[in-house]
Structure formats: C-alpha cells, structure tokens
C-alpha cells in the first residue's frame, strides 16, 4: 500500500509522518498530482487558515486533484473543514465534497478554540465500535455540524461531527497523529477501507 500524504502550506504534516512511520506505513509527503492520483490512499492533513489555505490550493491547482481523487482520501482537521462547501473562517469557498458549512464555535460559555481531550460519540461507520467513548485529541474554533454524513461525534456547548464520510472522502477533526492509542487505531480504521 503507497499512501500519499498532500504536502502545501499547512502544519502538522511532520506529526502525521510520525504516525505513519510509527505504524510502518510505506508513504511519501507530495505536491505532484500524478504521485497523489496513483498513490492507494492519501491524507490531506492541516492545522491552518481556510482563506489562505485555499488560495494556495487554487493557485497550485491541488484543489481540483483533490476533488478528482477516486481512493480512499482521509481529511484532517483543517482538512475536514476544507472538504466541506463553504468555512465561515473568512467566508472562505471550499472544496464542496461535503455540502456542509463549517461554523465557527459561539462566543460565551466555552473557551475557544476547544483545546485539548474529548471523547468520542455515536461512533459507527468506517470507525470500529469499541472506539465509542474514547478520548481523542482536538485543536480547532470551527466545527462542521452533525450531519447525515456525521459517524462520530464529540460535544463542546453542542454536539458537532468529529469524523465523517462521503464515497471514498473520509474526514476527522481531531488529531489521530496527536491521539495516542485511539488514534493509531483511527488511522487503522482508515488503511483497511478498499481502494
């Protein structure tokens, strides 16, 4: 299996190498779109901002290889947000393979941006069962809403889509890089999806 994992100007692309190394995957951080179309699986990581982010992808034209990508393509954090319609991060147009509308956490009660341990909610889907009620780790003040698509779930002040699925896109907004042992399995989960 050859995992691409798209290289442009985010962060967080060393720790998901790490991950990756850690469970002895063959894969290769790329900008070339012939290298991201033929790889069996790509990770499109991202700890960032959508306007910017989004720029660059359009200028380098990596936003329409994304939107082309036929395997099993795994979205995370920023990358979530950005497979999504439209981020309220700067009224910033997405990629639009999710219909949703990523919102920004409301002011009041809650610290933003949510930091830190949460658990893990109504988990079904592409993630394995016994993965309910365990901690992952997350760093963001934009959410995506529960949605149809929605197969994991945390809550900060309201419930929002911690992992989900469209065809072959698959997303999350934590860190699995960042989530000890639950998210080694998440990646897992991932890698055993066919191509």
Not at 54 to 71: A, G, W
Not at 108 to 117: D, L, S, V
Not at 175 to 186: D, L, Q, R, Y
């Amino acid at each position: 299996m050859k995992v691409a994992v798209i290289r442009y100007n985010a962060g967080n692309i060393r720790s998901v190498a790490f991950a990756l190394e850690r469970l002895q995957v063959d894969f290769e951080i790329t900008d070339h779109p012939e290298t991201i179309q033929s790889a069996d699986k790509v990770i499109f990581p991202g700890v960032g901002e959508a306007s910017s982010t989004m720029n660059y992808l359009r200028n380098t034209k990596l936003d329409e290889v994304i939107k082309s990508l036929k395997q099993p393509t795994l979205g995370i954090c920023l990358g979530m947000q950005l497979l999504c319609s439209h981020s309220e991060e700067n009224n910033t147009n997405c990629l639009g393979i999710f219909e949703d509308v990523v919102k920004r956490f409301p002011a009041g009660n809650i610290k933003i941006p949510h930091m830190g341990w949460n658990n893990l909610q109504k988990v079904s889907g592409w993630l394995d069962s016994a993965l309910e009620d365990q901690y992952v780790y997350f760093v963001h003040s934009y959410y995506v809403p529960v949605n149809p698509h929605t197969v994991a779930q945390a809550s900060y002040g309201s419930p929002f889509s911690a992992a989900m699925r469209k065809g072959n896109f698959f997303a999350v907004q934590f860190h699995p890089e960042k989530s000890a042992s639950a998210g080694i399995k998440i990646l897992r989960c991932f890698f055993q999806q066919p191509d």
